[in-house]
């Protein structure tokens, strides 16, 4: 993903679904931001998407790259997105229902209406 100011490349994101640790990402997620870094020639930013809070614990930890550098990536875990929101919100903010019901639904009836699932889900 690559943030637009007035039609300029100004930062790159790479996005990372994790949903379970993995002892190999430490040595690659830093490989992945300088690689496209190297491409934009811009900043670039490594965001973290885990699905439980024990794993974004995990990838939010500092990375040693060595010669005293390190490496933090951002990290966003279900307490980063907001429970839920009624149908109203989810219909002006369709994204942030997504994610919300992606953090959040586990065990939801998918078939039912976005805010109904939420209220059954408390």
Do not use: C
């Given at each position: ?57 995990w990838?939010?930890?500092?990375i ?6 390190s ?13 839920g ?13 997504v ?24």
């Amino acid at each position: 993903m690559v943030s637009l100011l007035d039609g300029e490349r100004v930062h790159g994101i790479v996005i990372e679904v994790q949903l379970s640790p993995d002892e190999r990402k430490p040595y690659v997620w830093p490989s992945y931001v300088a690689n496209l870094r190297a491409r934009l020639e811009r900043p670039v930013s490594l965001l973290v998407v885990a699905g439980d809070e024990a794993t974004a614990r995990w990838a939010a930890r500092r990375i040693d790259l060595g010669g005293g550098n390190s490496f933090v990536p951002l990290v966003l875990g279900p307490s980063g997105v907001p429970e839920g929101t009624e149908d109203s919100r989810a219909r002006q903010d369709p994204d942030l229902a997504v994610l919300s019901t992606i953090a959040h639904g586990q065990g939801v009836d998918t078939a039912r209406p976005y805010a109904s699932q939420l209220q059954r889900s408390k």
